[in-house]
């Protein structure tokens, strides 16, 4: 059972990715040119997307992966390119359709199924993995782990999943941004410390066979985020 708060942020994020933001976003997944300050959000989003492929199996073949939250599908085609059968959701009609749109061909066994909806659908059925990258950031913790509990009922090997870490620049760069005018402002990224989320995680019983096994901080000027890992034993 998902929280209000939780549908609460799932529905303002739909807004913001399917209609505000859904031109930059595009441009940013692309490799139109960008301003300086995107062209480091893009390389630190570069450098997470590795990051966090680099924790999956090089070879997935037979392997189903749930990408969570997939945006316009970058991630996505990394891994059906390692053989996996991908589903890939997302919220936001128009970004799956522009990851339709820019679906390359895959090469191989592997295979992509793009999905509009939620990430927590039950009927999306069990997964070897499960990565959400930037995807549940704009959650506040309780939200987070309790998706991650849903998450895990469904997965047989592992959930990489990234969070905003806290940091004091974070926050006043939170304090900064809410001079904008509330049209243009995104659903606030709700910074989370390493710390508090473990201490939540290892509360949560339905994760109680889950473990972290590795953390990792990506920091590229105005992108930070950091990754975990949540592997069954
Ligand atoms: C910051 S973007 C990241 C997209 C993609 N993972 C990437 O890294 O390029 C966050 C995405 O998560 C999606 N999202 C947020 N909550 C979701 C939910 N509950 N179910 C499915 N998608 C969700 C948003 O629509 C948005 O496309």
């Not at 996505?76 to 390359?104: F, M």
């Not at 849903?150 to 592992?158: P, V």
């Not at 620049?169 to 243009?184: Q, R, Y």
Request: with cysteine.
């Amino acid at each position: 059972m998902t929280s209000s708060t939780y549908s609460l942020r799932r529905g303002q994020l739909t807004t913001y990715f399917d209609r505000t933001a859904v031109e930059a976003w595009s441009r940013l997944t692309s490799d139109a040119p960008v301003s300086k300050i995107r062209a480091t959000v893009r390389a630190g989003r570069d450098a997470m997307r590795a990051n966090l492929l680099s924790w999956l199996p090089e070879d997935m073949t037979g392997k189903r992966l749930l990408d969570a939250g997939c945006g316009t599908g970058a991630l996505a085609v990394e891994a059906a390119r390692r053989g996996a059968e991908v589903v890939a959701i997302d919220v936001s009609p128009t970004l799956v359709g522009l990851a339709r749109e820019r679906l390359p061909e895959i090469a191989g066994p592997g295979s992509i199924d793009f999905r509009v909806g939620d990430m927590l659908d039950p009927w999306l059925g069990r997964f070897d993995h499960v990565v959400a990258m930037d995807s549940l950031i704009h959650y506040r913790s309780t939200d987070i782990v309790r998706a991650l509990a849903e998450l895990a009922l469904r997965t047989d090997g592992s959930i990489v999943f990234t969070v905003a870490p806290r940091t004091a620049l974070l926050t006043v760069m939170h304090a900064a941004g809410s001079f904008f005018p509330k049209s243009d402002r995104a659903p606030a990224i709700v910074p989370v410390t390493e710390g508090g989320l473990k201490r939540l995680i290892a509360k949560e019983s339905a994760l109680g066979r889950f473990s972290v096994e590795r953390t990792k901080r990506i920091n590229s000027f105005f992108y930070l985020s950091n990754a975990l890992e949540l592997r069954r034993s």
